[in-house]
C-alpha cells in the first residue's frame, strides 16, 4: 500500500471526484468515513480502520441540515474544521471532503428518501426526519466518492442498521464496515455532543454505559424484557437523567421486538435521555 503525502481538503464534488478518479486509475481501492466534523478519538478510530481496509480514504466533514429537526442543534453543533484537518493528517488520511450546505443541496433541491425497517421506533418515533436526511447524504456521499467501503460506529447502532438495510436493498456495491463504540475511562461514549456536558452533567452521563449494562446482563440471564426496560429507565432517571426518549432491548439483526418477551437470540440495549439541552444514546450487545 502507498502512503499520500499530506492531507488534501476539498470543498467541492468535482475536486473530490478528480481525486478519487485519479485513484482509481492507479488501482486503489477507496474508503469512506461519513462524518460531520467535531472530531474525537471515536471518529478516529473509525479512520484508523478504513486506513487499515483500502488504500485511500476520503473523509466527509458536514454536518447534514436534512436530519435535524428546526428545534433541533444544528445551529450550535460544534465545527472545527481546521482542528479536524490535523487530527486527520495525524491517522494518514489523504483527503477530507468539506462541502458547504448550498453544495450538497443547491438551491431548487427537492429530492427526500423514505426509510422504513430498521428506521421504525427508537430514534424514529422522537427524531422522526432524521434517518430519511442521514439516507440522503450519505447516499449522496456514496455517488459522489463511489468507495469500495464505508465505515460507521456502532454507537450510532440504528443508524448502522438504515444504512446497511439500503445498501442492501439499492444493491449499492459498497463494504459496510462497523467498527465498536468507543468510550473514555469511565465508560462514556464518545461524542461530539458531550462538549456540552457541564462537569456534574458529565459525572451523572457516566453512569449510563453501567446501567445498560447491568440491565444486559439482566435480559441475557433470561429476565423478561419489560422488567428489565422499567427498572433500567428507573436507574437512569435516579442517576441524575432529566427524562428519558427510550430504553429498550431488541432483535441485533434488524431492531425488531422480541415477540415472547425474553431474548433468544442477539440482542442490542439502546438508550437516549437528556441532560439540560443534551441529548445522549448510546447500546450494548446483549
Known sequence: MTQPASLLVVRSVAELRAAVRDWKRQGLTVGLVPTMGALHD???????????RADRVVVSNFVNPTQF???????????????????????????MFAPAPEDMYPEGF?????????????????????????????TKLFNQVQPDLAVFGEKDYQQLMVIRRFVRDLDL??????????RDEAGLALSSRNAYLSQDELAVARRLNRILAAA????????????????????????????????????????????????????????????GKTRLIDNLAV
Do not use: N
Not at 456495491?173 to 468507543?182: C, L, S
Not at 437470540?265 to 441532560?275: G, K, T
Open 69 to 95: 429537526a428546526p428545534t433541533e442543534d444544528l445551529a450550535r453543533y460544534p465545527r472545527q474544521q481546521a482542528e479536524d484537518a490535523r487530527l486527520l493528517s495525524g491517522v494518514g488520511c489523504p483527503l
Open 42 to 52: 471515536g471518529h478516529l478510530a473509525l479512520v484508523r480502520e478504513a486506513v487499515q
Open 173 to 182: 456495491p459498497i463494504d459496510i464496515v462497523a467498527v465498536p463504540t468507543q
Open 110 to 138: 427537492a429530492t427526500s428518501i423514505a426509510v422504513t425497517g430498521p428506521a421504525m421506533g427508537l430514534e424514529g418515533d422522537f427524531r422522526p426526519q432524521m434517518f430519511g436526511g442521514v439516507a440522503l447524504v450519505v
Open 216 to 275: 444486559a446482563a439482566d435480559a441475557a440471564a433470561g429476565r423478561p424484557l419489560p422488567g428489565v426496560e422499567r427498572d433500567a429507565y428507573a436507574a437512569v432517571l435516579k442517576a441524575g437523567f432529566e427524562r428519558i426518549d427510550y430504553v429498550a432491548v431488541r432483535r441485533a439483526e434488524d431492531l425488531s421486538v422480541f415477540r415472547d418477551g425474553v431474548v433468544d437470540a442477539p440482542a442490542r440495549i439502546l438508550a437516549a435521555a437528556w441532560l
